[in-house]
């Protein structure tokens, strides 16, 4: 029997993507229309906004144990998170939490490490560029990051919670994130964390710059392999 995947999640869009990679993909694994059983439970992304807004992030990291807290008394038997920058409340809740969780960024930095890329470029919220998680991950594997000059963080976020979070796709918003990416490449990085999971809605892996990590997908398959282990 596969594991209960429990989905705690914060912005929809992401975590639709995450959970329809694990149900449609699981099939690959399971067998013709099978897949472990998912659950999932989200608190308002407004409820999330503002201590990520304060850097509260302990009051982030209650949310996210409230989410673990609810799919654990549902029967669900392992976490995932398909939002990258709540990761930065992960180490203030692992010690305190019902089941087990995987990380994004350790799932996305050992692709990484596979594919043999060095220097990672990572786009994501604001939040998530200039924040601890993803630079973490990466000294462990000695791997080196680069972020996005300043006014590109912002131009960045913006597209993600202005566009991404509801659903919008603009063509002009993947010319310039595909723009972003081409500076990056010439600055010497050799791969793009799409750090929001948001963004593989947006980038066009047939025409981007750089080979890209799509850090939604790499989660919910990293959560099926565990599922069925």
């Known amino acids: 029997m596969a594991r209960h995947i429990g989905i705690v999640a914060c912005s929809a869009e992401g975590a639709a993507l995450c959970y329809r990679t694990i149900c449609v993909e699981g099939a690959a694994l399971m067998g013709e229309h099978d897949h472990p059983e998912v659950s999932m439970h989200t608190h308002s992304l407004a409820t999330y906004m503002k201590p990520i807004r304060a850097g509260d992030w302990a009051a982030v990291g209650e949310l996210m144990l409230d989410s673990a807290r609810r799919l654990a008394a549902i029967g669900a038997q ?13 180490p203030l809740i692992e010690p305190e939490s019902p089941l087990p969780w995987l990380h994004i960024a350790r799932e996305v930095v050992r692709a990484a490490a596979e594919a043999r890329w060095h220097i990672l470029a990572v786009l994501g919220t604001k939040y998530l560029m200039t924040g601890p998680v993803y630079r973490e991950a990466a000294d462990e594997a000695g791997i080196a990051v680069q972020v996005p000059n300043a006014p590109q963080r912002e131009r960045i976020n913006r ?60 989660l919910g398959r990293a959560a099926l392999r565990e599922a069925i282990k």
């Open 78 to 90: 392992l976490l995932i998170c398909p939002d990258n920058t709540i990761h930065q409340a992960m």
């Open 159 to 218: 597209i993600i919670f202005d566009e991404l979070v509801y659903g919008k796709i603009l063509p002009r918003s993947r010319r310039l994130l595909h723009a972003i990416l081409a500076e990056m490449k010439a600055n010497g990085c050799d791969a793009a964390v799409l750090g929001c999971t948001e963004l593989p809605l947006l980038a066009d892996p047939a025409t981007a710059p750089l080979p890209m990590l799509d850090s939604t997908r790499l």
